[in-house]
């Protein structure tokens, strides 16, 4: 019975620990005031953030209303709303 219980913990530790970054996601909604993909940063609503290769891709420019992703302080996923 303990085996059990002892390998029931640790696989409920495993699994959460797993999930755990994507608890770490923020969602964002703002208009975009500085946009330099050169350096891939983009600032939304005053805070300023890294893009990753993927959110770098889309078209966005100043003035843009748009919804993103965080993971920390890197944008994962853009996209423009209006």
Excluded at 44 to 70: C, F, H, P, R
Aim: net charge positive; proline share 1%; no cysteine.
């Amino acid at each position: 019975m303990t085996k059990k219980l002892l390998v029931f913990f640790l696989v409920f530790a495993v699994a959460a620990a797993i999930s755990l970054p994507s608890f770490a996601q923020d969602q964002v909604e703002g208009k975009v005031q500085a946009l330099d993909k050169a350096a891939n940063k983009i600032t939304i609503n005053g805070s300023e953030y890294s893009l990753s290769n993927k959110a770098a891709q889309v078209m966005v420019k100043v003035g843009d209303i748009v919804q993103a992703t965080i993971n920390g302080n890197t944008v994962i996923k853009l996209g423009v709303l209006k």
